[in-house]
């Protein structure tokens, strides 16, 4: 992002002027022209004016660098007037006030133009009812002509809007620049966030080359084609580990994780009960009914796929009282050169923290890590053959190996982004990923 040469601030009213980043229809150079621009509102916050979603800083969360409706106001506009009337082909809008989880920001709205500021028209490519991305590119099916262009808010996630920044291109089809950035699924059932796994966040902006990586978190229920299709589109995905057994888990909440695994567009690290579920998955979908070891008909098992490392007594499911666990430092064994393990030992420490444990490769995977010296569980690592897919049992996102887990992350990055990151929209020959060697476990 390349800010503006100038914003001028400090108007009494709400009608903060700013100049608004333009950016030429006839280049992809990042070559920008300041154009003079007055950016309004129906409402602001104090210290959160209009200006602040067009000063050049696309993810600052700071209050002057965002604009926000006054809390509890029911509906609001943001709108910004050109100099001179101009082409407008699409639109980025970076939503909510904390840096990765979506609240506070528009929920339902529909950007409009009009030539003089009181007759407006929906731009309909925008009309928006239930948004759930941070980011998002909305692009027109043909340029159009306006003046004013508003932001008619009806709705707000939380008690008003924020936008951090929008930025305006002429062409449809102009490429927008945007950071990698990645997803991170809270797969508990406790839909607070920031949640479960948002651990993974620091561990891989703590990895060189990607400090300036972007994230959102979200919940299982949002983790869907549709989340990941829209533009701009992630770079990979990250999977929590959870702690409900799975014959207690809503399976419908797993149905968009579903359609993702079958699609296979987005490189994706899963650890532990994440891990769990896309073997689940695999292997019995969220249409047949599951089931957990403690309530398992050893004649009719539902989801044999997944077990407990041993028990010392029965108790009722999800009571893990009677059951063994592994916590703490592990050794793990890598039995393949997949990429992910590079510049790591044949053997290393990772931190564990399960009862529950994946019991073979489902069809289309293999076993690329197992027990080391010491440790009970046999499935530590599996890869979708023809994907950067993981399935962990270990935890690189929580402390205790720090080093190993940032080369873990470090080298699954790299893989996502030579994968092409989110690639349904991606034609023509790809680069092949490094197939991991035979694998006598399972071969
Ligand atoms: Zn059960
Ligand atoms: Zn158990």
């Known amino acids: 992002m390349i800010p503006c040469n100038s914003v001028r601030f400090g108007q009494p009213s709400r009608a903060a002027t700013a100049l608004v980043c333009l950016v030429l229809a006839d280049t992809t150079l990042a070559v920008r022209a300041a154009d003079g621009a007055t950016a309004t509102a129906s409402s602001s916050s104090e210290g959160s004016e209009a200006g602040g979603a067009v000063d050049g800083n696309r993810f600052s969360v700071e209050r002057a660098s965002a604009w926000k409706g006054r809390t509890s106001a029911g509906r609001w506009w943001w709108q910004v007037e050109f100099e001179r009337t101009r082409h407008v082909g699409a639109i980025l809008q970076v939503s909510g006030d904390q840096a990765f989880v979506f609240r506070n920001a528009p929920l339902q709205f529909v950007w409009q133009r009009s030539a003089d500021g009181t007759h407006w028209s929906d731009l309909p490519e925008t009309a928006t009812t239930n948004e759930r991305r941070l980011f998002r590119i909305h692009r027109l099916a043909r340029a159009v002509e306006a003046r004013f262009l508003r932001l008619n808010i009806a709705a707000a996630a939380g008690a008003f809007p924020t936008l951090r920044e929008v930025e305006f291109y002429s062409d449809p089809q102009q490429p927008i620049g945007f950071p990698d950035w990645i997803v991170v699924v809270n797969t508990t059932q406790d839909a607070t966030l920031p949640g479960h796994g948002q651990e993974f966040i620091p561990l891989a902006k703590s990895c060189p080359g990607w400090t300036q990586l972007q994230s959102q978190q979200i919940c299982l229920d949002t983790f869907d084609e549709d989340f990941l299709g829209a533009e701009p589109r992630p770079l990979c995905g990250f999977l929590s ?203």
């Not at 296979?264 to 089931?291: F, N, Y």
């Not at 402390?399 to 990151?421: I, R």
């Open 241 to 443: 580990g959870n702690f409900r057994d799975w014959c207690q888990v809503n399976r419908e909440s797993w149905r968009g994780s579903q359609e993702i695994l079958r699609h296979k567009h987005l490189p994706m690290w899963a650890s532990c009960g994440g891990a769990q579920g896309l073997a689940i998955l695999a292997e019995t979908g969220v249409d047949r009914p599951w089931d957990c070891p403690h309530c398992r008909d050893p004649l009719k098992p539902r989801t044999p796929i997944y077990t407990h490392i041993g028990h010392t007594a029965a108790r009722p499911c999800g009571d893990y009282s009677g059951c063994v666990f592994e916590r703490g430092l592990h050794w793990v064994r890598t039995l393949a050169d997949d990429p992910v393990f590079q510049n790591l030992p044949r053997e290393f420490q990772v931190m564990e923290n399960h009862c529950g444990q994946i019991e073979w490769p489902p069809v289309g995977w293999r076993l690329i890590a197992t027990a080391g010296e010491g440790t009970k569980t046999q499935t530590q690592c599996l890869r979708m053959n023809d994907r950067p897919i993981y399935a962990a049992q270990f935890h690189i996102e929580m402390g205790g190996a720090p080093e190993t887990s940032k080369q873990l992350m470090g080298n699954f990055l790299v893989l996502a982004k030579a994968w092409g990151g989110y690639s349904r929209y991606l034609t023509g020959p790809r680069r092949p990923v490094a197939q991991p060697a035979a694998n006598p476990a399972t071969d």
